[in-house]
């Protein structure tokens, strides 16, 4: 259970919860683990999961028309991944690949869009925490693009 577990309560997103509010998300979590260079998702895939990270590392990029890829993120431990299905997106965006082992919590995005319009309270701390560490994430796709501009033409 998800409130036993001191590790995962210290995780961004479910810091400060009450134990009450723990028991009732834990049901829709589980932990999955994946071996370094594991593809997560790929873009264009159902979006069916959210994944908070316990360990590891895991790159997010998107291919480009030329057949290569541009890094866009890097979500280390208690950052989160797979956006699209927590807003009810049909695809994903974007490639998720393990840079390293990996250990995540994963939720389905359905189920927590469930508990966000029934459980209004902890729906809304939830929204809260993961919109901070949205803002909070280091923005890797301006920094592509600001190295792409000050590189010197050929």
Same mark, same amino acid.
């Given at each position: ?79 989160? !991944?797979? !956006? ?71």
């Amino acid at each position: 259970m998800l409130s036993e577990e001191l590790s995962v309560a210290a995780l961004p997103l479910f810091e400060g919860l009450s134990v009450e509010d723990m028991e009732m998300i834990a049901p829709l979590f589980r932990r999955v683990t994946f071996p370094s260079g594991a593809r997560v998702f790929s873009k264009g895939e159902e979006a069916s999961d959210l994944y908070v990270l316990e360990s590891g590392e895991v790159g997010i990029c998107v291919p480009l028309h030329d057949g290569g890829y541009m890094d866009v993120a890097t979500v280390q431990r208690g950052g989160i !991944w797979g !956006w699209s299905a927590a807003l009810g997106r049909a695809e994903y965006t974007a490639n998720a690949t393990c840079r390293s082992e990996t250990t995540a919590l994963a939720v389905r995005g359905s189920d927590l869009r469930q508990l966000i319009q029934t459980q209004t309270h902890l729906g809304r701390r939830l929204v809260e925490r993961m919109a901070q560490l949205a803002a909070n994430r280091p923005n890797g796709l301006r920094e592509q693009v600001m190295q792409l501009f000050e590189q010197p033409d050929t």
